[in-house]
């Protein structure tokens, strides 16, 4: 009797696909989300050599994606976040929370797999080094995306009407693009600013964008900055550029300029 129940289970067993976006949530499942959902993206942004890094002057066959990098490291954050209040609290989260989950992380879908085929020129030519590989790493990111956004949105359905459901959903979106365009629009226009005032303006105009600039650092391309103090020939201007480049780094300019190639 227990061969005929194993076997009639085995019969019934959902296929692959089915048990990827089932309710039930499997511990290789949870453990492969919380990796390549939540882990994975944030080594991809720290370890990045040229993606969203323009210090090689931009990369062959893809768009100007560092103009993006802020747009995509904040919205990127409001991703991740979400994903892990999920993974942590799905049990306990109410049917418009989930909702709202549910379209935030759809939208992360789609956003991964833009990034994904933005750079897929890049990661075919990477694979022959072995590590353009990671450049595959936002279709799986999109995946985890996809899988929890329908695992959220099933959870959600039995307690909320249709047009209600319907409604937090799109809020969903609309909390995580919203505030990521915004501050994108901000972010980048304090940093054109304050490059402006650094590489053109005088002394005390280059210490103010060098106050404003620190707080900013991690979006701002400031090898402008060096390459710029590379072509100066007036050595007051040098200067101000140095201690300008060690304000906002807390580094030498002249240890980084050696690399770089105008």
Known sequence: MRNIVTLNEAEEKPRFWSRQFSADVTSPQLTFDVI??????????VFDPV??????????????????????????????GTLSVWLILRDRCGGALNAIISGILLSGFFFSLVIGVLILPLSLIGLVVLIGILGFTPFLVAFVYLRNSVRAFNAAKPTLERPVLNALFLLGTVLVITPSALAHWQINRLITQSMNDLLKGDAR??????????????????????????????????????????????????????????
């Open 51 to 80: 993606v969203f890094n323009d210090s090689f002057g931009g990369v062959p066959f893809t768009p100007d994606l560092p103009r993006f990098k802020v747009l995509v490291y904040l919205f990127s954050g409001l991703l991740i």
């Open 36 to 45: 390549v959902g939540v882990i994975s993206p944030v080594l991809c942004f």
């Open 205 to 262: 105009a280059a210490e103010s964008a060098a106050a404003r600039l620190r707080y900013v650092s991690w979006a701002a391309n400031l090898d402008q900055v060096v390459r710029t103090y590379k072509r100066e020939s007036d050595q007051t201007r040098k200067e101000t550029l140095a201690k300008a480049y060690r304000e906002i780094t807390g580094k030498d300019i002249d240890r980084r300029k050696a690399p770089l190639l105008d």
